[in-house]
């Protein structure tokens, strides 16, 4: 079966203009999870949804990003007002279930702020 | 607050020798430990998962141990080839499950 999709695989923004990131999970993948990669750094905890439900926001860096998991499949990360400290890639993961289960990543969205 | 130091920051291997990568986190309280590995501009592939009642995993030529009290892992690598260059990144899982802190990975290059 496929793997996590992520598009646009690159996106380039002018700063202050809002952006809107694509994640399709594996299918019937319970649990989906962001996280940002700076250049050079491990990946950083964003957001987690179970199902359809946003259980755990406490990564997300200010309130102008927002993500959403409306039908529990795709999911979308929207940063409003971009920043060029918002440049890094975005990585999505998803996991059968919540605990003890490998988390399996795609190739992330580089996004870039001018 | 959770954090997790990978050292070295950058290995250079000859071609079939056996190596370790080590991992270290400040709170003992985790779910479990996962190591990754990551290509130029990929994603992330799990490679192993250690549960925090376990004391390690093994997969092919790859080992990963957990001591949990001392807060340390170890990713030992046997009979390393080319096709294993790349980052490897270390992960804790929070007691909820629900998120993984990493290190900052240990960049491997290994030279036939």
């Known amino acids: 079966g496929a793997g996590v999709s992520q598009s646009p695989r690159y996106k380039v923004a002018k700063r202050g203009q809002d952006v809107a990131l694509r994640c399709d999970p594996i299918s019937g993948h319970v649990s989906l999870f962001w996280y940002q990669q700076a250049l050079g750094q491990g990946p950083e905890f964003l957001t987690y949804?179970?199902?359809?439900?946003?259980?755990?926001k406490s990564g997300l860096p200010s309130d102008r990003f927002f993500a959403e998991r409306p039908e529990g499949s795709v999911s979308t990360l929207k940063i409003q007002r971009t920043q060029q400290e918002d440049s890094a890639v975005y990585l999505c993961?998803?996991?059968?279930?919540?605990?003890?289960?490998?988390?399996?990543f795609g190739d992330g969205t580089r996004l870039s702020i001018l | 607050k959770q954090e997790v130091t990978q050292i070295p920051a950058a290995l250079s291997v000859p071609e079939g020798e056996n190596l370790v990568l080590n991992c270290s986190f400040t709170d003992s309280a985790i779910y479990n430990l996962q190591w990754f590995r990551q290509d130029p501009g990929k994603g992330l592939t799990s490679l192993l998962l250690?549960?925090?009642?376990?004391r390690e995993q093994t997969s092919g030529r790859l080992n990963a141990s957990l001591d949990k009290s001392s807060g340390r892992s170890t990713l030992y690598i046997a009979a390393s080839q080319p096709g294993d260059s790349a980052t490897y990144l270390c992960a804790v899982s929070n007691q909820a499950g629900t998120a993984l802190i990493f290190g900052k990975g240990t960049t491997l290059s290994v030279s036939s």
């Open positions: 993961a998803s996991s059968p279930r919540q605990a003890n289960q490998p988390q399996h």
């Open positions: 949804f179970q199902n359809e439900a946003q259980l755990d």
């Open positions: 250690i549960q925090s009642s376990q």
